[in-house]
């Protein structure tokens, strides 16, 4: 079966710090796979998507990046923080588009 | 290219019964809804791919009308295990995404 594994699960870093969020996803290959960010009591806002390894599609421009050095791995970046960065990061995978999501267990980032 | 969901919160006993709607201002291909937990990742509930299809889940069924690009989530005789959060995500033609509506909060009280 297939799982997807995120971490860290919580996170505290200072404004200006660089961050680095990694997403594995294994029983599956060449899966899609999304990064969300979701404010406290919001809904949830695609950051970036990718359909394969090196392809990466960006939905709100900011000071975030994303990777996909392999076909399972899904890793957001920054290299400077900001405080409006805070909030609950979610990675995701689907077969395809058309597929149903599975949903990492998040990380909850706080910046100080 | 948001959805909207309404309404934004509802509390029912349980047994009670409810209907949350999304609706989207673009044509859509599909609707997948997902139900979180507070402090939990979503749980993906059902897909529909279909104008008009109807699929169902435990006591939680939902349709999908394509001309009016609105989809509704129907929770029948609730039971507590059903509060949480409720999101529609709308997925349109030639899109690889999905954009996720506000959220719709159900708590179910005894």
């Known amino acids: 079966s297939q799982t997807i594994h995120q971490w860290p699960a919580t996170l505290v870093q200072p404004v200006g710090s660089p961050l680095s969020l990694e997403c594995t996803v294994e029983?599956?290959?060449?899966?899609?796979l999304y990064w969300y960010r979701q404010a406290a009591g919001r809904g949830l806002q695609l950051l970036f998507y990718s359909v394969g390894i090196g392809q990466i599609s960006s939905e709100v421009p900011q000071n975030l990046s994303a990777s996909r050095p392999q076909d399972r791995q899904f890793i957001l970046s920054s290299k400077k923080l900001l405080l409006s960065d805070s909030g609950f990061y979610l990675c995701?995978?689907?077969?395809?588009?058309?597929?149903?999501?599975?949903f990492g267990d998040g990380t909850r980032l706080s910046i100080l | 290219q948001q959805p909207v969901q309404s309404p934004q919160a509802v509390i029912l006993r349980e047994g009670e019964d409810a209907v949350i709607n999304c609706s989207s201002s673009k044509a859509l291909y599909s609707v997948h809804w997902y139900r979180q937990k507070h402090g939990e990742a979503p749980v993906f509930l059902m897909i529909l791919l279909k104008g008009g299809e109807q699929k169902g889940h435990e006591k939680i069924s939902a349709s999908f009308n394509e001309k009016k690009q609105q989809s509704s989530l129907y929770l029948t005789a609730s039971q507590l295990s059903y509060s949480g959060t409720y999101f529609c995500?709308?997925?349109?033609?030639?899109?690889?995404?999905?954009?996720f509506g506000t959220g719709t909060r159900l708590t179910v009280i005894p």
């Open positions: 029983g599956t290959s060449n899966p899609n």
């Open positions: 995500g709308t997925e349109r033609r030639g899109a690889n995404n999905l954009f």
């Open positions: 995701a995978w689907s077969p395809n588009h058309h597929q149903p999501q599975h």
